[in-house]
T-cell receptor, first 110, second 114 residues
Framework: GEDVEQSLFLSVREGDSSVINCTYT??????LYWYKQEPGAGLQLLTY?????DMKQDQRLTVLLNKKDKHLSLRIADTQTGDSAIYFC??????????FGAGTTVTVRA | DVKVTQSSRYLVKRTGEKVFLECVQD?????MFWYRQDPGLGLRLIYF???????EKGDIPEGYSVSREKKERFSLILESASTNQTSMYLC?????????????FGSGTQLSVL
């Protein structure tokens, strides 16, 4: 994902909030996604946001979108050990193609 | 729930071998995709198919081909495996174009080419 950038690692204490950041390059992207990959598994869609929204909240997850800066973030409240995974940011490039970031490995420590 | 099944979890092959990676989805999805996942590089699209017998190149098609003879099955073929094709391969499917429908992923095939 050369056009989508995210930091590679994040360590967070159990119960704290996690914030994963992502920058993308295509201002015409209609949807932006967060996928989660648990060890030994494929990716699962965690949440997504439409480009005309600034924020989306879904239980412990909050997605913030700053279109001006092409910045997307995912906040996980009350982080649990089950949240340890790799999180991928993705943007739409056309009808069939998503561009993925390199993934952020989140480690939750007790 | 949608299930995307990849035939092998781990594969070890020798340089020059022809390798087949199989993927089957059980929800009548139109679109199927093959990605490779490498540490620090994320997911890169190899090929995708939006209908039976149709295929389109992704970002890194060199050294690969695909086959979609039936709607539920999408095969990735390494004509002559090379060590730089050692990677995790992920298959995915979606009902319609992924910008409208989410991608469902298989668990992946870790391929090692020796």
């Amino acid at each position: 994902g050369e056009d989508v950038e995210q930091s590679l690692f994040l360590s967070v204490r159990e119960g704290d909030s996690s914030v994963i950041n992502c920058t993308y390059t295509d201002s015409s992207s209609t949807y932006l996604y967060w996928y989660k990959q648990e060890p030994g598994a494929g990716l699962q869609l965690l949440t997504y946001i439409f480009s005309n929204m600034d924020m989306k909240q879904d239980q412990r997850l909050t997605v913030l979108l700053n279109k001006k800066d092409k910045h997307l973030s995912l906040r996980i409240a009350d982080t649990q050990t089950g949240d340890s995974a790799i999180y991928f940011c993705a943007e739409t490039l056309n009808d069939y193609k998503l561009s993925f970031g390199a993934g952020t490995t989140v480690t939750v420590r007790a | 729930d949608v299930k995307v099944t990849q035939s092998s979890r781990y594969l070890v092959k020798r340089t020059g071998e022809k390798v087949f990676l199989e993927c089957v989805q059980d929800m009548d999805h139109e679109n199927m995709f093959w990605y490779r996942q490498d540490p620090g590089l994320g997911l890169r699209l190899i090929y995708f198919s939006y209908d039976v017998k149709m295929k389109e190149k992704g970002d890194i098609p060199e050294g690969y081909s695909v086959s979609r003879e039936k709607k539920e099955r999408f095969s990735l073929i390494l004509e002559s495996a090379s060590t730089n094709q050692t990677s995790m391969y992920l298959c995915a499917s979606s009902l319609r174009a992924p910008t409208n429908e989410k991608l469902f992923f298989g668990s992946g095939t870790q391929l090692s080419v020796l």
